[in-house]
């Protein structure tokens, strides 16, 4: 299995950046791809941004040209840079693990909170 932890949400003000980590442990030679997906209240989740082993990315229209998805191999980590933040961006961001194995689903880190403030 893959474990996934997220850390880098907060409250900042409209305009402002933050930027989202999100660590993998386990079984993570089965990763193909990482993302953040986020929930806002009432609201279905949905993707971010995509990056894939190769350093293929993409991004929901909503927030292109204002986020940026990364990977640091040699730290496992995934960030997602977020800038010129608005307040629709409040939500739960979620950090999300495609897994190559058939039949193995996504893993899922448990969320960090995202606050912006008008």
Not at 54 to 62: H, K, Q
């Amino acid at each position: 299995q893959v474990q996934l932890v997220e850390s880098g949400g907060g409250l900042v003000q409209s305009g402002g950046s933050l930027r989202l980590s999100c660590a993998a442990s386990g079984r993570i030679s089965s990763i193909f791809r990482m993302g953040w997906y986020r929930q806002a209240p009432g609201k279905q989740r949905e993707l971010v941004a995509l990056i894939t082993t190769g350093g293929s990315t993409n991004y929901a229209d909503s927030v292109k040209g204002r986020f940026t998805i990364s990977g640091d191999n040699a730290k496992n980590t995934v960030y997602l840079q977020m800038n010129k933040l608005k307040p629709e961006d409040t939500a739960v961001y979620y950090c999300n693990a495609g897994d190559l194995r058939v039949g193995v689903p996504d893993s899922w880190g448990q969320g960090t909170q995202v606050t912006v403030s008008s």
